[in-house]
């Protein structure tokens, strides 16, 4: 039988640095827990808005294809609560000239009639929705030629 024999200046780790090395780690691993948490908040926020500036450009393309003449004018082309450019930035179902709801978002559009040059309607379109207990808004504004 053979013995072994271990000679006491023999490199290795005690168990005190194996105590520090794993708390080393686990804060490391914490700061990175912490990261990806804000990375996932940040991407939930990011779709949001896409989401949102997504939809205000689609009501503003849709409210740009209405008919607007001499002759005739859609009636979601009309300033109905004739509030002209102060009205433009309503985002409320009480003050806005028009609302609508689709899922979580709620698109709110105004009209301002000839604010920028004569024959022209400013469209504006507000997208509001709430996230994490805040309030959040998305706004595009276009302006409309009247075409005869």
């Given at each position: 039988m053979r013995t072994i024999w271990f000679d006491k200046n023999e490199g290795g780790f005690s168990l005190v640095e194996l105590l520090i090395a794993m708390a080393i780690l686990a804060i490391g691993l914490l700061a990175l827990a912490d990261m990806q948490i804000a990375s996932i908040k940040g991407n939930s926020f990011?779709?949001?808005t896409t989401d949102a500036t997504t939809l205000a450009q689609d009501r503003l393309e849709q409210l740009m294809t209405l008919t607007y003449s001499g002759l005739t004018t859609d009636a979601n082309l009309v300033d109905t609560d004739?509030?002209?450019?102060?009205g433009l930035n309503d985002a409320t179902a009480g003050t806005a000239d028009f609302s609508q709801t689709q899922g979580n978002y709620t698109?709110?559009?105004?009209?301002s009639d000839g604010s920028v040059v004569s024959n022209t309607k400013t469209l504006s379109v507000i997208v509001t929705w709430s996230e994490q207990g805040q309030q959040k808004k998305v706004s595009v504004?276009?302006?409309?030629p009247r075409i005869d």
């Amino acid at each position: 039988m053979r013995t072994i024999w271990f000679d006491k200046n023999e490199g290795g780790f005690s168990l005190v640095e194996l105590l520090i090395a794993m708390a080393i780690l686990a804060i490391g691993l914490l700061a990175l827990a912490d990261m990806q948490i804000a990375s996932i908040k940040g991407n939930s926020f990011s779709g949001a808005t896409t989401d949102a500036t997504t939809l205000a450009q689609d009501r503003l393309e849709q409210l740009m294809t209405l008919t607007y003449s001499g002759l005739t004018t859609d009636a979601n082309l009309v300033d109905t609560d004739a509030d002209g450019d102060a009205g433009l930035n309503d985002a409320t179902a009480g003050t806005a000239d028009f609302s609508q709801t689709q899922g979580n978002y709620t698109i709110f559009w105004n009209v301002s009639d000839g604010s920028v040059v004569s024959n022209t309607k400013t469209l504006s379109v507000i997208v509001t929705w709430s996230e994490q207990g805040q309030q959040k808004k998305v706004s595009v504004r276009g302006i409309k030629p009247r075409i005869d």
